[in-house]
């Protein structure tokens, strides 16, 4: 299983601590061709690392999340001196940033049909009708506020198949980024290909300038 993060920078914090601005709504073509990501794709590489560097911690202590990580994930390069690291095609690349957009984007108008046609729809859903009203306020009001989220996919021999959309959840952003790469440098592999979470900092950096929000949240 594949996972990314979804950022979005092109709609504006709905709330008294921002500006206004438009919101913009994103329309998916089902008929344009998109790239595509396939299990041959990603590579699984064993990785044998000496004990010195195994054992050795990697993550900058000064930094508030790490404390936090290490005792989810240990504090060592890995807990056994063999190890595995993956590694990702360029087109894989590709085909999974396209995915992510276009997924997000038709999550998000399956969600705006789903509650435009509440009276008809809710009943597939199982949801108790007291909520309903809340689940229309809430879109009605924060739709616009996401700034990551977190899609599962598998990579198959036809192509991406999605597990999952954890929306607006900023779940996988502590493993990934900084993290991932200061463990691929202690590994040793830094100099193998690129990170794909070279753009992550950014991309997030400018979804939350985007929300104009203003003093402290």
């Known amino acids: 299983m594949v996972t990314t993060t979804v950022t979005t920078s092109?709609?504006?914090?709905?709330?008294p601590k921002a500006k206004q601005a438009p919101s913009i709504t994103t329309t998916v073509s089902l008929n344009h061709v998109f790239p595509n990501s396939y299990?041959?794709?990603?590579?699984?590489?064993?990785?044998?690392v000496p004990a010195d560097v195994g054992h050795a911690r990697y993550l900058d202590q000064s930094l508030p999340y790490v404390p936090v990580f290490e005792e989810q994930y240990g504090p060592e390069v890995s807990s056994?001196?063999?190890?595995?690291?993956?590694?990702?095609?360029e087109?894989?690349?590709a085909g999974i940033e396209a995915a992510t957009a276009t997924l997000h984007a038709l999550f998000v108008q399956a969600t705006e049909h789903v509650l435009a046609n509440q009276e008809s729809l809710a009943p597939y859903f199982h949801i108790p009708a007291a909520l309903w009203p809340r689940i229309q306020d809430s879109w009605a009001r924060q739709k616009n506020d996401t700034i990551s989220g977190r899609l599962d996919?598998?990579?198959?021999?036809?192509?991406?198949?999605?597990?999952?959309?954890?929306a607006d959840s900023a779940s996988c952003l502590?493993?990934?980024?900084?993290?991932?790469?200061?463990w691929s440098n202690a590994a040793g592999l830094g100099s193998i290909g690129r990170s794909n979470s070279s753009t992550l900092f950014t991309q997030l950096t400018a979804a939350w300038k985007s929300k104009n929000v203003q003093g402290t949240l």
């Open 153 to 166: 996919f598998a990579l198959t021999d036809h192509g991406i198949k999605v597990y999952e959309y954890n």
């Open 174 to 182: 502590m493993e990934c980024g900084y993290t991932q790469d200061a």
């Open 80 to 89: 056994s001196l063999q190890t595995k690291y993956y590694t990702l095609t």
């Open 91 to 93: 087109s894989g690349q």
């Open 10 to 15: 092109s709609t504006v914090l709905s709330s």
């Open 39 to 48: 299990k041959d794709d990603l590579a699984v590489h064993s990785l044998q």
